[in-house]
């Protein structure tokens, strides 16, 4: 098989399962809603690896829209540490694109037998994380055979943001969602800015990726994308820690991947890649609008992230192929996570 | 100036800084006992930075503690996207050494507005931080002029060992809390095994450094440390999450320091680092016990972070020393955060 078949069909189909889940929202939100606690105390996220990094988007989106404290749980506290724990009130999503990682089955366990609510996320209802809820929410992703994960990323990311909208305000319309698989397609029917960019980056061993807020999950998954398919050392920091200390490393020649949308994070971000250029670093803007190396379609802040991490794919993709490597099987990695 | 100078004497102050806060620890426990809502709806933590390592700490204390969700805070959301909350019941505990970090102090006036009860953790009583808060936790470390943060860093992981303390049962007892500052004059008095170690290391690009679960900020703040010092790129990571994909780029002689001690995720990390091994990778063990490469004395895993990170600053130092740089003022490093 060509390197890359699986992977690419798979980003293919990212349009049409985010337009199947989008259709779906109303039927979403009476369904979180009927689940949640109420009064709710905090919501909990349980999730691990690329399901980590949606969670970072979910982590926002539900604290704005339930005003409530946003945990992501400590897996090895319910796994290891035999935590004696009082989750009632509590909210409990828990994301596994298989259903079949212990350690998340083991911790929503825990979490609904200490009082806690919970919430699959899970692309195969059937499945033990599916049967530990008290609410399924099925990505229809369908089956993911390439080793890099895609389309059950964006259709987490996708779930997060249905699952927020249906527990009160989130800064981003109906119109907006109902667009996004059209945004999707837009991204994906343009490889060209992706293969310019790959070429750019082949000599390189390590580099980091910075956004900030809203925008943060995506960095930290364009930078395990990345690391995954070609070996670079890849970082995801957000734009406030990256300054902090990291930035003495970015010097002359640095690659740097930055994630800008407009929006409050915007001016941070704006005077960081100045900085990074100043220091004499190879910034790379995935950003909406034509001057960005790597654009994006305009579409809300809360929502660029599924655009966002949809470029990454494509360039994780075209940069393993300009270094001679398959993305769909990268060395040293397996599909199931046995934590 | 002797390079080095001041990390060396603020490192040496730790045993004297770490006893002076044992001495406050019932103290400590009423005061934050008075402060928090009972009932506890959930904890927040609101930090950055090297204080985000310890706070990872603080929240697998503060959760065994309290049976209670303790979220790391996104100030983000507070300080860009004018999130509104309501943080009735909620704890908030605010780190900045400087207790300056605009950031930071904004985030906790706003959740104090929104009705948390709110705990500063400072260097400084008298500081912003400590006036926006109901209690201050003062950790009485003394002026810090070295840029890399050491005697700060171990203050807030034993201030959060002593609040976890306060407010519930915690897996260490009062006898190792008084022998903690023996412990730490025990690995600062023997800076042998850190140097043989930073010898192996002078030629590293990139490591990980890896633990899990009661260690793993310690990995953190070990990564950072050595980030910090020497500019080698360094990753703090789960080793649940090394497995999951980074795994891939350790190859041979790939460098990474593994964090152990005994307790329920030892046995994980055992093993890990046996793979790592059989992968070629170049391991250095920081554990109790005379057999590991950077020896730590016995202390309970719940509180082996402390001199965990005391060996990490050594490593950091004399490695930067071995390198030719020095470590009290690493190139591009600022000691104020402003984000």
Known sequence: MTPGTLMAAEMAEQPQVIARLVERADAI???????????????????????????????????????????????????????????????????????????IVT?????????????????????????????????????????????????????FALLARGLGDVPFDDAALTALPDAVAEVLADPEPARRVARTLTGATRLVVTARGLLYGAALETALKLQETTSIVADGLSSADLRHGPIAVVDRGFPVLALLAPGPAHADLVELVALLRERGAQVT???????????????????????????????????????????????????????
């Open 285 to 339: 803007t995935i950003a909406p609008g034509p001057d960005a190396d790597l654009p994006l379609p305009d579409v809300p802040e809360a929502l660029a992230s599924i655009v966002a991490v949809v470029r990454a794919q494509q360039l994780a993709y075209e940069l393993a192929l300009a270094l001679g490597r398959d993305p769909d099987a990268p060395e040293g990695l397996d599909k199931v996570t046995v934590t």
């Open 29 to 103: 939100a009476a369904a979180v809603r009927r689940v949640a606690p109420s009064p709710l105390a905090a919501t909990a996220i349980v999730a691990r690896g690329s399901s980590d990094h949606a969670s970072v988007l979910g982590r926002y989106l539900l604290e704005l829209a339930t005003g409530r404290p946003v945990s992501l749980a400590a897996p090895s506290l319910h796994t290891l540490y035999d935590a004696h724990v009082d989750y009632r009130d509590v909210l409990a999503l828990a994301v596994s694109q298989s259903g079949r990682t212990p350690e």
């Open 107 to 159: 911790t929503l366990t825990r979490l609904r037998d200490a009082g806690a609510r919970g919430v699959a996320i899970t692309n195969d209802p059937d499945s033990p994380l599916g049967l530990a809820s008290d609410l399924t929410l099925w990505l229809g992703a369908g089956d993911e055979h390439a080793v890099p994960a895609t389309k059950t990323v964006t259709a987490q990311l996708v779930a």
